[in-house]
C-alpha cells in the first residue's frame, strides 16, 4: 500500500513537462500537492533511454522559450525562478533548409536571418527584416496580453500590429509582403511545429513561433529532455510535492459538478480539492470520470470538435563516424519537395511517402553527445493522426518499417551516404509508440491543433465557459498553447494559476 494523506490541496495526474510545472508552481504557493505518475520516472514525452552503452534522446529537436542566461524568456525564466538549474546548450543555427532549388543555413537574430536570406534571394533583405519585426512585436503583445489582459480599445491602443493581424491567417498576411517564392519557402520551414498550412494557420502563431526560434535561438538541455523533468521532479520533492510513480490514475471522481479527487488503477481513492488532468480532455471525459453521468454533453462536443494536431514518427539512429565524414553538416535539417505548407499539411494525413522530413544531428549542438568517433542522427515526420489511426495490428510492422526505410532512404540519397552501412543502433519511433507510452489520445504529441476557428486567442475567449467540471484543470500540450514542450510548460503554469486565482476568489468571496 501507497501511503497517501486523507486529503491534498491537488493531486496532479502526469509527472512530465506540464504536470510538473503546475505542481512547482503550486507547491510554491504553499499548496499542498500529489503527483501521480504512471511509469516508474518522470518526463512523459520528454525523456531519453540507453541503447548499447549511449543515451539516446527520445524526442527534443529544439526548445523554444528559454533564451540566453542574461535575456531568459518565460519559460528560461520560470525554471530559474522555480530553481531548477538546468545547463542549456544553444543551438547553433535555426536550420538549413534543403528545398527545391534551396540550399541555405540561416541563423538566428533577426538582421542575420534576414541577411542571409537576402544572400540567395537578394533586393529582399528590407521586406524580411520587416515581416519578422512584426512578428517580435505581435510576440511582446502576446507576451503582455498572456499577464495582464485589457479591454478591446485599450488593445488597440497599445498592441495595434496585434490586433491588426489576429483574424488573419499566416498565408494572408505574408502575401501583403509581396516577396519572390524563394524567400518565402526560406520562412515556412518551423511551419512543421505548429502543424498546420498557412492558409489555416492563425498569423498570430507564425509570428510567436518565427520571433521566438529566430529572434533568440533555440536552446537544449546538455543531459538531454529527460533532465528537465529530473530536475523539475527533484526541485518539486525539495519544496514538499509528494510524487508517486508507478500509479495509474483509472477515474476522475466528481460529485455534483465538482471534481474531489481520483481513483488509481490499484483502488487508491484519493481526494483533494482540485485535480489536474495531463491525460487529454478526449480520455477524461470519454472514460476517466465518474459517474460518466457527471460529464455535460457540452464538454463531449468540444472534445469531438477540435481537430487533434500532429503525432511524430521518428528514426533515431547511432552512426558509427563523425557527423561530418558522413556528409552531415548541420544540426537541423528541413527537407522538403516543395514548401507548399498546405499541400505538405495534406500529405501528412496519410502513410507516406512523406513530403517534408526534419532531421536533427544532436552532435552539433551538443559535442559529447555520443562517444568520440559516432554520431547521433534522426529522421522525423510529423504526420496527422489520421492516417495512422486506420493501420491494423496485422499491418502495422510493415507500415512502420515501410516508412523508415523510406526516411532512411532519402536522407542516404541526399547525403550520398548509405547510412543503414553505419548503423551501430536503431530505434523506430511511432505514434502507437507514443500513445502506449504516454497514454497520449492517438499518439498524439502537440494537442489540438491551431486553426483559423481554433487557436490561442479563441481558446482564450472561451475558456472559462470551458470549465465543465468545476475543480478540474487540464495542464499539457492538449490545452491552451498547444504544441510542444515549452507550451507544456507554460500551459502546466496556466492550470496552477486557474487553481491559484480560484482559491483567491473563494476567499474573497467568503470576507
Ligand atoms: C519525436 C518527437 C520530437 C519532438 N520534438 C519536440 C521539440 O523539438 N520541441 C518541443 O517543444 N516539443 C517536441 N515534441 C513534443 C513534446 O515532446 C510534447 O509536446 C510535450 O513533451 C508534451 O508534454 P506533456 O507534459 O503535455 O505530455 P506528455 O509528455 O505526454 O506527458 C504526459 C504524462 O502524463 C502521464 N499520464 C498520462 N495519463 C496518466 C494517468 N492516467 N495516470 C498517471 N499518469 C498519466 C504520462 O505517463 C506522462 O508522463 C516532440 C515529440 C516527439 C514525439
Known sequence: ?????DHYDVIVIGGALAGLSSALMLADKGLDVLVLERHNLPGGIATS????????????????????????????????DMGVNIEWL??????HASLPGLEVTLHPGLERFSREIDNVVPGTYDKVLKLLKLCDTVFNSVNELSIHPMSKPQMLLKHEAFVKTAGYSTKEVLDTFHLP???????????????????DLPFTIYAVLMADYVGYGSMIPKKLSHEMSLKMAERAEEMGVQIEYRQHVDKILVKNGRAYGVRTARGDEIHADYVISSAYPNKVYTSMIEPLSEVPEEATKMVNGRRLSLTAFSVILIL??????????DYSIFRG????????????????PYRYLTCICHNYGNPGVTPEGTCSFSVT???????????????????????????IDD????????????????????????AHYTGAWNGCIYGYAHTMEDHIIARLQTAEAERFIEGLEFAGAHAISGDGMGPAVTNGRKAAKNILDDIAARKEAKR
Open 49 to 80: 533511454f540507453v541503447r548499447g552503452g549511449i543515451e539516446i534522446e527520445a524526442a527534443l529537436h529544439e526548445m523554444m522559450s528559454i533564451g540566453p542566461e542574461d535575456n531568459r524568456l518565460k519559460v528560461g525564466r520560470f525554471f530559474d
Open 381 to 407: 515526420v510529423l504526420p496527422r493522426v489520421d492516417g495512422w489511426k486506420t493501420v491494423k495490428a496485422e499491418d502495422y510492422d510493415r507500415v512502420k518499417h515501410e516508412v523508415a526505410k523510406q526516411l
Open 320 to 329: 558509427d563516424k563523425p557527423a561530418e565524414e558522413l556528409n552531415i553538416k
Open 411 to 434: 536522407m542516404s540519397e541526399y547525403f550520398g551516404v548509405n547510412l543503414l552501412d553505419h548503423v551501430l543502433e536503431c530505434v523506430i519511433e511511432t505514434p502507437m509508440t507514443i
Open 1 to 5: 500500500m501507497k501511503f497517501y494523506k
Open 337 to 352: 519537395d516543395t514548401m507548399d505548407t498546405d499541400a505538405l499539411y495534406d500529405n501528412l494525413a496519410g502513410l507516406g
Open 90 to 95: 544553444p543551438v547553433p543555427e535555426c536550420y
Open 181 to 199: 517564392q524563394k524567400a518565402l519557402d526560406l520562412l515556412a520551414p518551423y511551419w512543421i511545429y505548429v502543424g498546420s498550412g498557412f492558409s
